[in-house]
Every structure is written in structure tokens, then in C-alpha cells.
């Protein structure tokens, strides 16, 4: 098993910064891609960064130019900057299962609001 533990996130006012990370441990050989997403209450959970092992980095279309992901190893960062309130959201750091196909770890989420 994989374990996945963030770190971060809390409250801010629009326009401020926060930062997330997310630290895996365990059975590292089972993953090797690494992301953030995000959910809001009745809606599906949508990604926002997704880290190769390499160098590339994908973001959301509503994050680019804002937020800045890094990673170090089997540590991955999310740097929010000019956040808004539609960033509001319980983020995510998931790692997907190289051992089961469709299958993924899950970290236990933390909760960033951003007031406007």
C-alpha cells in the first residue's frame, strides 16, 4: 500500500496565497504519476495537477498561470497564488496504482476556503 498524507490548505481571503503538500510513503514502486484534485460538495472531483516522475507538469485550464505544482521525489507541492473563491474546495493528493489498472491512492484531503 501507498500512503498519502497533505498538508496545508486553511483559510485565506481572495487574492492570497496558500500551499499544499503531500508526502507518499510505503510501497513507492507502485506509482509513479502524481495529483492534485479537488472537489466541491455535489460535484465531481476534477483535477488541477498532475506530476510525471519526470519533469512534465499538466495543470487545469482554471489554475494556469496561478498555481505552481512542484515535486521532490515521492513529494508533491502546490503552490495557490491569487486565490478566489471558486477555488474553494477539499484538494486531493492521488497517486494512481501501476499495480491495479483504474485504481488510484487517495490522500485524506484537506479543506481550503477562499473568502471573497
Known amino acids: 500500500q501507498v500512503q498519502l498524507v497533505e498538508s496545508g490548505g486553511g483559510v485565506v481571503q481572495a487574492g492570497g496565497s496558500l500551499r499544499l503538500s503531500c508526502e507518499a510513503s510505503?510501497?513507492?514502486?507502485?506509482?509513479?504519476?502524481m495529483a492534485w484534485y479537488r472537489q466541491v460538495p455535489g460535484k465531481e472531483r476534477e483535477m488541477v495537477a498532475t506530476?510525471?516522475?519526470?519533469?512534465w507538469i499538466r495543470y487545469a485550464d482554471s489554475v494556469k498561470g496561478r498555481f505552481i505544482a512542484s515535486r521532490d521525489k515521492n513529494m508533491i507541492s502546490l503552490q495557490m497564488n491569487d486565490l478566489k473563491p471558486e477555488d474553494t474546495a477539499v484538494y486531493y493528493c492521488?497517486?494512481?496504482?501501476?499495480?491495479?489498472?483504474?485504481?488510484?491512492?487517495w490522500g485524506q484531503g484537506t479543506q481550503v476556503t477562499v473568502s471573497s
Open positions: 492521488n497517486a494512481p496504482d501501476l499495480w491495479n489498472a483504474g485504481e488510484a491512492f
Open positions: 510505503g510501497s513507492l514502486f507502485r506509482v509513479n504519476t
Open positions: 506530476l510525471s516522475a519526470g519533469t
